[in-house]
């Protein structure tokens, strides 16, 4: 069999509490969103979609650890069935297809902007949780990143405040507006931050 | 190195101590490329500011903001080319041995995690130090062969884990030895080489086994004068002892026929009972070679003393693994294997008719045989009549064969593989082997 070397433990241990809170975060995240319930149309599909790609990218987690067999010849169909099932699991970026569908699911509903920016530090933390819980990173990769995780979190809730803001007057031309003033200070505060410590 | 040749239960000769490791050391150069954390980001990002963008609804944008701050912290200069060093700790190991590689990098800063890929009959073990600069896998072989260890895989991020670069590093083989069967006691020949060895032969010499009491002739020596005997018979006499001799022993593996499970098929049985074998018999004093017969021929090695001879002995019969092809039909056994008067130990299934007929022909050359059944499997029992009758005829043949070759004088016991070697061999180990030519 070839496949990660096998943890102990302690190893099995700590590698469940980063896959547990990744699992945990994905289903909070599609929960948040889909609340209040809406299942037709986009909505329901991005619903369906989310659902799906959180629970596969649970999945490939929770079987990280699984080896793969090296003779796949004269298998049995289970287990033809199974490996093709776990290849399916390793090769498709689950992540990112349940971002897309998850921020699609916030478009769905009427505009709620401290909820959509409470989703999107769900996210972000979702997205690291994963990252930490795949790839065996240290903690101290959160205290690296954690000025622009506060910068992070301080420009989401301004853009949740943006959004709360009346539009300066009728017409699209202004709702535009903010939205570029927005990104503008997304992308200056990208921009100014040095980013490394 | 006094214990490299132990016999003792649970003990296996120090492979490695013969064996050092191999290290190497190579210069890698590697590309970076954005790492699935960085294509995540990129995607919430991008569908954060598009959606804002195509919504009118700034929030979204606040929601891509995160993201795009990590993203955004800007790119330090990546080294590309590192310095790794692999250290095998041995490269000759016993089956379940747990052997280890060690893997090294030269860089300090970046964030590393070492992974193995264990080749094909290879068993990784455990790992220490996966996420450092220097990292011991252990591994076990579980079946003997030359086996390729596989591959190490060196995963580098930066500091923030949005770049990543990989290094594949090859890793060499190792030979893994069969694992040797107990063997502590030893058939010895009634006839023995006049050379000088541990076995007390049947003519009268210097050894240290008393045999019996004569009259004393001029030249004895005063030491061996009996003083009990010559007060009680009224004239000198003295102690004999037996001369002290060895013997040579050839081992004969049969690789024509690997049935059985594998791990404890055939081959594997006739490995290690000639290993253990070989061991005993060194131990000894013995001379010790081997013969293993395959398929279009043989490989053979001639009987030697020494520590070494038993590993040359397992690597003649490791490299007979690779010759499966059908050649030449055969009959005889090379002269130059056989000195005259040497025992031949063979392990062999006795499936292969024209192996049985080598040794009905050695046998006829008047060498001492001694076969050890490794046959440890049989047609599988089904229901059907046809089935059931062409067992019970198999079954018939394996007896005749065994019977055939009881009846030429050369004695065949059965091992299982889980007992020790000396259990079957005690009728013959408790006084000499007596062959008539």
């Given amino acids: ?197 | 190195m006094s214990s490299l040749i132990p016999n003792g239960p649970g003990r296996l000769p120090q492979a490695h101590a013969f064996a050092v490791g191999r290290a190497e050391q190579a210069e890698v150069e590697v590309r970076w490329r954005p790492s699935r954390q960085a294509r995540r980001l990129l995607t919430l990002a991008l569908a954060g500011l598009l959606l804002a963008t195509l919504t009118r609804r700034p929030e979204f944008a606040g929601l891509a903001a995160p993201a795009l701050l990590l993203l955004g912290g800007g790119h330090s200069k990546l080294p590309t080319r590192f310095l790794v060093r692999t250290r095998v700790a041995s490269s000759q190991l016993y089956e379940g041995e747990i052997g280890a590689v060690d893997v090294t990098v030269d860089d300090t800063e970046l964030d590393k995690r070492w992974m193995l890929q264990a080749g094909r009959g290879v068993e990784p073990a455990s790992a220490t130090g996966a996420g450092g600069a220097a990292a011991r896998f252990e591994f076990t072989v579980p079946r003997w062969g030359r086996r390729q260890l596989g591959s190490v895989t060196l995963v580098l991020h930066d500091r923030w884990r949005l770049s990543e670069a990989r290094a594949v590093l090859e890793l060499p083989g190792v030979d893994c030895y069969p694992h040797p069967a107990m063997q502590r006691t030893r058939v010895v020949l009634s006839k023995l080489p006049n050379r000088l060895g541990e076995h007390a032969a049947r003519v009268a010499g210097e050894g240290t086994e008393f045999t019996g009491v004569r009259e004393y002739v001029p030249g004895d020596r005063q030491r061996a004068i009996n003083w009990p005997a010559t007060t009680r018979r009224g004239r000198l006499q003295v102690n004999t002892f037996a001369a002290e001799r060895s013997q040579d022993i050839v081992l004969v593996v049969d690789a024509t026929s690997d049935v059985g499970t594998p791990g404890s098929s055939a081959l594997d049985l006739g490995l290690r009972g000639a290993a253990g074998a070989a061991q005993a018999y060194l131990d000894g004093r013995d001379r010790v070679g081997v013969i293993c017969y395959q398929w279009g021929g043989a490989r053979w090695l001639a009987p030697s003393l020494g520590r070494r001879q038993v590993y040359k002995i397992i690597d003649t019969m490791l490299s007979a693994d690779a010759g499966w092809a059908r050649g030449d039909a055969f009959n005889r056994l090379p002269r130059a294997a056989l000195p005259p008067g040497s025992l031949v130990v063979v392990f062999s299934p006795l499936l292969d008719q024209r192996f049985v007929e080598t040794l009905r022909d050695m046998r006829e050359r008047g060498f001492a045989l001694f076969v050890v059944d490794v046959l440890t499997a049989q047609p599988p029992a089904r229901r059907t009549f046809t089935d059931a009758m062409t067992r019970r005829i198999w079954r018939m043949e394996q007896q005749a064969i065994r019977f055939s070759l009881r009846e030429l004088g050369i004695p065949v016991v059965h091992w299982d593989g889980s007992e020790p070697l000396d259990l079957p061999l005690a009728p013959y180990t408790r006084r000499p082997l007596v062959t008539h030519r």
């Fill in chain 1, 1 to 197: 069999m070839t496949g990660p070397v096998r943890l102990g433990t302690a190893g099995v241990a700590g590698a469940a509490g980063p896959r547990l809170a990744a699992i945990l975060l994905g289903a909070a995240c599609v929960a948040w969103t889909a609340i209040p319930l809406r299942t037709t149309g986009l909505a329901g599909t991005a619903l369906v979609v989310s659902i799906a790609a959180v629970t596969a990218g649970a999945l490939r987690l929770a079987l990280a650890d699984v080896p793969q067999p090296e003779d796949e010849f004269f298998l049995a169909a289970p287990m033809r069935a199974w490996l093709t099932f776990l290849g399916l699991l390793r090769a498709l970026p689950w992540e990112e297809i349940a971002v897309v569908a998850i921020v699609w699911l916030e478009v769905q509903h009427p505009a709620r902007p401290w909820y959509t920016a409470a989703l999107g530090a769900g996210l972000v933390a979702y997205l690291l949780a994963v990252h930490i819980a795949e790839s065996g990173a240290p903690a101290r990769l959160l205290r690296r990143q954690g000025k622009v995780l506060f910068a992070g979190a301080c420009l989401v809730a301004l853009g949740g405040g943006f959004g709360t803001l009346s539009a300066a007057g009728p017409g699209a031309g202004s709702a535009l507006l903010r939205v570029l003033a927005a990104v503008a200070v997304v992308a200056a505060a990208a921009l100014v931050l040095p980013g490394r410590d």
